[in-house]
């Protein structure tokens, strides 16, 4: 790749097959170095299989693309439950306080920087998931369903909040979701996987920043209908 797109990742004929069964065929995908692109489509389509595929997980065929440092948040809490707050972010940065207390600022969890995974919220769990993979510098940061586990009210907050890290930091992701609404609210495009390849694409065409009182707007109510017809 030229120096200037070193971050941008980009995914050539890929397939994947699990006991012989073809998950993905052929898909071709492109994601320029600070967009936020979201993956759609049906349980079982193959979303997850993509970002392991791109993470280097499973064994694919094809060509793929992308930076070197890439760094994977997951819907299944990825604290350990062993450590602090504090110690979840410094895990791999040597001793960086500087950077542990940036990060612990970011999420707003100073105040909490010596309690457990088991003493904080879901949400609140998140955050450190997803501080402790920035705090990496990933150039890529691969995001599968995060917040599908959490209610209604605290997956608001954590899209809000996703936003405002990501206007900051300016990371390259990639996220799964199954929230079409979800998706349009935080994305630059919106990719649909079906049928084993990407088969559509939706550029979001609100400015940012973004707040929840999109999700009442015309366009974006008849943006995800279209969607989700597309979809089923």
Not at 31 to 38: D, R, W
Not at 96 to 109: A, D, P, Q
């Amino acid at each position: 790749m030229d120096r200037k797109n070193v971050n941008n990742l980009i995914v050539k004929n890929l397939c994947v097959k699990y006991n012989g069964n073809s998950i993905l065929k052929n898909l071709n995908l492109a994601v320029k170095s600070g967009e936020f692109v979201a993956i759609v489509g049906q349980s079982g389509c193959g979303k997850t299989t993509l970002l392991n595929a791109i993470a280097g997980f499973i064994r694919f065929k094809g060509n793929i693309e992308k930076p070197q440092k890439i760094g994977l948040v997951f819907q299944n809490y990825a604290a350990f439950p062993w450590m602090s707050v504090k110690n979840n972010i410094s895990f791999g940065l040597n001793g960086n306080k500087e950077k542990i207390n940036y990060y612990l600022k970011m999420i707003g969890l100073k105040d909490k920087q010596n309690y457990y995974p088991y003493e904080l919220s879901g949400g609140q769990i998140q955050r450190i998931a997803l501080a402790r993979t920035l705090a990496s510098n990933p150039d890529l940061v691969l995001m599968d369903e995060p917040y599908g586990a959490l209610d209604a009210n605290t997956r608001d907050k954590m899209q809000k909040w996703l936003l405002d890290i990501w206007q900051k930091e300016r990371k390259t992701i990639l996220f799964v979701t199954h929230s079409i609404e979800e998706a349009i609210f935080l994305s630059d495009r919106i990719l649909m996987l079906k049928d084993k390849k990407i088969r559509k694409e939706y550029k979001i065409r609100f400015k940012r920043p973004r707040n929840k009182n999109i999700k009442f707007d015309g366009g974006f109510i008849q943006l995800r209908k279209r969607i989700s017809k597309y979809i089923n």
